[in-house]
C-alpha cells in the first residue's frame, strides 16, 4: 500500500552536551521517510534549495525513497540550529532560516495522488488541508502538529481534525491543544474534536494510543546514552505509519504493533546525529528491537484467587 | 511470610485543586499498611502522640495490621501540611512538626524479629540501620529514603544500601543520589552500591525495575482524575512488599509481578484523600487493575520475517 509524506527537508545545526553538527540532513519529511523506508517505500513531497546537495537526495532516493514530490526552488533551503540542554529534555532555537520553505505551496504528483497512507508533518494547516483537497481516496490519513499552529491557525487546525484519522502529538502539543494538562483528558477531547485515534508522545517515558474505547501504553526504549533527540517523534511516525502501510491492517491490535514500531524507530533516532543511526539499521535491527520492547513489559497473570482468598481469611491474624 | 514495615504515622493536612483534609491519617508505615493488608497480613513500627485517635488504630488493627510495635509516646503527633499545585506534579511543604516522631527510635518487639520481609520507610538511615540490627534474618530488606537524607546522612545511606536488597525511590532521588539525571545510569550506580534491585517510580509516567541483567517497565495507571497523590510511593511498596510476602518467590518474573502490584496500589491511593480510597478496595479490585495492566500494555509480535524480507527487496521500486 503506498505511503506518503509531506514535511519539511532541512538541514539541522544541532548543539548537544556531546558535540554539534552542521547543516546535516533533517526535517520532518526526512526523518520519517529514513525511519518508514526500512519497512516500506515511501513517496516523499517537499522543498530544498538550489544549496541543497544532490548527492543527498542519491542517497535518499537509494533507501526506496521516491522523490519525484520534492521540487527544487530557488533561494537557500530551509535551515534549523538548536541548542539542548545538559540532560536533552529542553531545547532553545538559536536561528530559524525558512528560506524556500517559506512560500511552500505542496503539489502533490499525480502518480502519488492515489496514496492510500498519508503523513502530514508538521507544516501550516492550511497547507495540510490543501494536500488532503489533492489525495483521491486515502485509507487512512496521519498528522502532526505543533504550538506555533495550535496559537496561530487555531480554526484551520480544527478544520483539519475533522478530516484526518490519527493526531501524532507530544504531551505539551496535546495540552495545548485541549486545554487539558491531564493527558487522557486531552486525548479524550482530540479524538473528540475528529480524529478517531491519538497517539501522544511523552519524550524518554513512552507513547499512548488512545481510541475512545481503548488504551495502549509503551514505554519508551531504556536508553543509557541518549545522542541527539531530534527528529525522534517524525522517525516516530515513520515506523508507525510504514508499518500500517505494509500491513494494510487498521485493527486494535495492529495498531498497538504501529506504536510499538514507531517507538523502535523513535529510540534508534537519538542515538545519533541526524539520520545517521538509519545507516545502521535495517529489518533485522528493528525486529530484534521490538522484541526488547514485548521482554521491557512482559509479566503474567498467575492464576492467584485462591492465595489472596486465603490471605483474606488470615487478615488480623499474627502472621 | 511474616512482613514488617518501620515508619511514620502522621495527621496529613492536604490542599489540592479539588479540595483540603486536615489531620487525616498519613504517614508512610499507614499508606504502606493499608495497601499490603489487603494481600498480606503487616507487623507495624511507629510511634503515635497522645492526640493520636484511638479509634484511628482499632480501624487499622481491623484491616490486618499487628499494631503491637506502634508505640504511644508523650507529645504530639506527627502532622504534615502540604499543597499541591494545580496539575499535582509538584508540591509544598507547608508546615512540618515532628513531635514524638522526632525522638523516634524504632523497638522491634520480640515477636516480630523474625520478620522475613521488611520495609524501612522513609527515616533517618541511620534508624534504618539500627531497625536491620534487630531483625534476625530477613530474606527481603527493601527501603525508601528522601533527597533530605540523600545530603544530610550521605555515609549513613551508603551503608545502608549494602545491607539492603531493593531500594524503592523515586527519579528526583534515584538522580541525586547518582549524580547521574539518566535514570537508567542512575539505577544501575545504586546497584553498583548494593542492592541487587531498584524500582525506580516515575509518578504519572509509571516505573521501572531495574536489576544489572534484567529491566521491567510499567506504565502509570491511566486516570483521567487524580485526586490527591500523597501516599502513593508508600502504597506502591506496600503492594510491592505484600505480593512477595504472600507468594515468597523472588524470581524475576515475580518481581515483574510485584511491581505491578505496586503501581496498583499507588493508582488506588491517588483516587481519594487520605488512605480513604483503600476503605472500597479488596483483592478483587486488585486483581481486576492488575488485569487492566496487562491489558494496558499488551501487544503481540507478529511473525514477520517475511513480510519486511519482500519489502527490503521493494526498497526503491515505486509502490
Redo the contacts between chains.
Keep these: 500500500?503506498?505511503?506518503l509524506v509531506v514535511g519539511s527537508i532541512a538541514l539541522d545545526s544541532v548543539q548537544t552536551p556531546f558535540g554539534s553538527n552542521a547543516d546535516a540532513l533533517g526535517g520532518s519529511a526526512v526523518f520519517f521517510s529514513c525511519a518508514a523506508?526500512i519497512?516500506?517505500?515511501v513517496?516523499v513531497v517537499g522543498v530544498v534549495g538550489e544549496d541543497y546537495p544532490e548527492e543527498a537526495l542519491v542517497r535518499l532516493?537509494?533507501?526506496?525513497m521516491?522523490l519525484r514530490g520534492v521540487e527544487r526552488a530557488e533561494g537557500e533551503s530551509f535551515r534549523w540550529k538548536g541548542k539542548y540542554s545538559?540532560?536533552l529534555q529542553n531545547r532553545e532555537t538559536l536561528e530559524t532560516r525558512l528560506g524556500v520553505f517559506a512560500a511552500f505551496d505542496p503539489r502533490i504528483p499525480e502518480?502519488f495522488r492515489d496514496a492510500r497512507y498519508v503523513f502530514l508533518g508538521n507544516i501550516d494547516p492550511e497547507l495540510q488541508l490543501r494536500v488532503l483537497d489533492q489525495i483521491h481516496q486515502p485509507r487512512l490519513v496521519a498528522c502532526d502538529t505543533m504550538n506555533y499552529w495550535i496559537h496561530s491557525k487555531r480554526d484551520a487546525l480544527l478544520e483539519l481534525l475533522e478530516r484526518i484519522d490519527v493526531l501524532l502529538v507530544n504531551d505539551a502539543e496535546a495540552r495545548e491543544l485541549s486545554g487539558d494538562?491531564?493527558?487522557?483528558?486531552a486525548a479524550?477531547w482530540i479524538v473528540e474534536a475528529g480524529p478517531s485515534t491519538v497517539v501522544v508522545k511523552?519524550g524518554?517515558?513512552?507513547a499512548?494510543l488512545y481510541e475512545s474505547d481503548h488504551?495502549?501504553?509503551?514505554?519508551a526504549f531504556?536508553?543509557?546514552?541518549?545522542f541527539d533527540p531530534t527528529g525522534a517523534g517524525d522517525a516516530f511516525a515513520g515506523g508507525f505509519m510504514s508499518h500500517l502501510a505494509?500491513?494494510d491492517d487498521l485493527s486494535p491490535?495492529n495498531l498497538?504493533?504501529a506504536?510499538?514500531y514507531g517507538s523502535a524507530m523513535g529510540s534508534f533516532a537519538v542515538e545519533r546525529f541526524s539520520i545517521d543511526r538509519f545507516n545502521e539499521v535495517?529489518?533485522a535491527e528493528?525486529?530484534a528491537r521490538?522484541?526488547e520492547f514485548?521482554e521491557?513489559?512482559?509479566?503474567?497473570?498467575?492464576p492467584?484467587?485462591d492465595?489472596?482468598?486465603a490471605?483474606?481469611s488470615?487478615?488480623?491474624?499474627?502472621?
Design positions: 500500500m503506498s505511503l523506508s519497512l516500506h517505500p513517496q532516493a537509494e533507501r526506496g521516491d545538559y540532560d502518480e494538562w491531564n493527558v487522557y483528558r479524550r511523552q524518554v517515558y513512552g499512548v488504551l495502549f501504553y509503551i514505554p531504556p536508553l543509557e546514552e541518549v505494509r500491513t491490535d498497538r504493533r506504536v510499538v535495517g529489518p528493528v525486529t521490538v522484541r514485548a521491557l513489559v512482559r509479566f503474567d497473570i498467575q492467584e484467587g492465595q489472596i482468598a490471605t483474606q488470615a487478615r488480623g491474624r499474627d502472621s
